[in-house]
């Protein structure tokens, strides 16, 4: 089958190209064309000479017909503009994340009046469609009360997507992604990044900012039980998931504080030592407002897991990202 | 102050702008120039000259910026087409109910940045936000599951208001309103018709149709309440709200059994036998689907009050629309 995947330059995007690159099918059903889409091309992996790379804008007009015009069946929908940038820039904001969505939806919608076209859509969104006060965890049925226009565009999504698939226009599953912890790189303009650069910097050698004090409870899971979560989404049988076809993605529930126990454990106190508290007012303020713990009963029914401790998300980073063992 | 209508010419539109007319201020502060707006231009009521009305077509391109040209204070937002229509007919639904209030909100915004620009908005939601399974009552806290369009259009237009209201556009306030019940005139197409017809046809010597079991449950309030939760809107404090500036509004939760105990009370059984039972399967399928009660403490606590008898609901209607007797 042809797959497509959105926002495929992006962190989580380069590993589930990986992922599906290596895999060669997903649920047992042989990939037949790739194609690579962000705002610049993606890197095409390795090796890979049947992946197609191209450069996108979903809201610009034209865009995301061409895209369904070579029908892909499954369609992995990770395009994004983080949550600082859409904060930022609020035209952008919601040009990338609603026009850019509903754009992809309207095309889909087209294809499946010309000829019945209806592809599994698998949407990445956020726990940040949540906002406080939040009970702990936030129960399955709880509202979204978003704080962020973010939070605001990946709610408005995750209704469009329940609509279209109801009417029979796309076949969609939504998957509500925990924080994703650690992210390898370069921070982002994420407000969240500081719980990836206190564990990442320390664990090669440098120095990290706290800008939070260590009692701060979130919501976590590694980069590779997200692309785990979203090959799962792709395979999940709609009847399965009932006509509510977003689901809060398991996590991991930890205080700062842990954080930097695990940190401890697996790295030492010298690496401790390279995380320096520098409190910072407004990204406390934001903070506060996000999700501490998330009832996820839902996707565990239907397999999905996460990591159960911050020793074992530091051990995926380091296996994933480090070759396997800590710089000397 | 000045004041914008959009959706004049409807149900409540009419009888909002009557009261407008008729009171002469909002909460204590005199209306300057009042502006009606709809598909159509809506009727002028009698004797008021410095009434402007204007046909207009919000996600037209212009239309919202020359509404908002004038500055009005305050803006009431009814315009939209009704559920059965809008799951109809999808791109009038969508066009309508989404774009529409998204072109007036993004021509708020310009005038916002242009010169400080930021009306009381009030908005006109739905309980149909609301989908099955639901718990009954519906907690304030409960989820978005709306399972028509018209419901994941309404959902996503708060979204929309509570987000340009925490950026400091506009002034927003959602109110979520009831199914209105006794609808006067013609049935529209929406498919909680029958709620009304079967009071409002029998009161006036007719026959109507119940297409529904009488245990059907459902959450009613009279259009005299919803012109006094427009106006209440209208002129909260904004600081009592809070940032979740949609409200779920009081209503009366009332099975079809005892919305006709209430007619044999008032109106004898000559009147109940007028309702002729056809049970009709999709309409069966629909009803299930929606709110049979709503928990509506908040609202309540900031003033917001609705009938507590279905008795009481008739002699609204009786009092509004038939002059205040039945016809011999």
Redesign the interface.
């Known amino acids: 089958m042809d797959v497509l995947i959105l926002g495929a330059a992006g962190m989580i995007g380069r590993k589930l190209t990986a992922r599906l690159v290596a895999d060669g099918n997903v649920g047992g059903r042989p990939i037949g064309r790739l194609t690579l889409a962000d705002v610049s091309p993606p890197p095409r992996p390795n090796g890979a000479d049947d992946v197609a790379s191209l450069a996108i804008d979903l809201a610009a007009p034209g865009d995301a017909e061409r895209l369904v015009a070579a029908r892909p069946e499954l369609i992995f929908q990770l395009a994004a503009v983080v949550s600082g940038e859409a904060e930022e820039d609020?035209d952008k904001g919601y040009r990338v994340n609603l026009d850019g969505m509903r754009a992809l939806l309207e095309a889909i919608?087209a294809a499946h009046t010309a000829d019945g076209y209806c592809p599994r859509l698998v949407f990445a969104s956020s726990i940040a469609v949540y906002?406080a006060p939040l009970p702990e965890p936030i129960p399955e049925?709880?509202?979204?009360?978003?704080?962020t226009?973010y939070g605001?565009q990946k709610?408005?999504s995750e209704?469009?997507l329940?609509?279209y698939t109801?009417?029979g226009f796309i076949d969609g599953v939504g998957i509500r992604l925990p924080t994703i912890c650690i992210r390898p790189g370069r921070p982002n303009k994420a407000a969240s990044g500081f719980f990836s650069s206190i564990l990442r910097e320390p664990l090669a050698g440098q120095e990290a900012v706290l800008p939070v004090p260590e009692t701060v409870r979130h919501w976590h899971a590694s980069p590779r039980s997200a692309v785990e979560f979203l090959v799962r989404a792709a395979r999940l049988d709609g009847r399965e998931i009932g006509?509510?076809r977003t689901l809060a993605m398991p996590g991991l529930s930890a205080t700062v504080g842990e954080q930097i126990e695990a940190l401890r454990r697996v790295a030492g106190e010298r690496a401790v030592r390279l995380i320096r508290h520098e409190p910072d007012e407004a990204i406390m303020r934001m903070v506060e407002t996000w999700a501490p713990a998330v009832d996820a009963q839902r996707a565990t029914r239907l397999g999905f897991t996460a990591e159960t401790s911050f020793d074992e998300i530091i051990r995926v980073h380091i296996e994933d990202e480090l070759g396997g063992s800590l710089p000397s």
């Open positions: 609020f919608r906002g049925d709880f509202h979204h009360t978003p704080l226009s605001t709610a408005i209704l469009l329940i609509d109801r009417r006509p509510r």
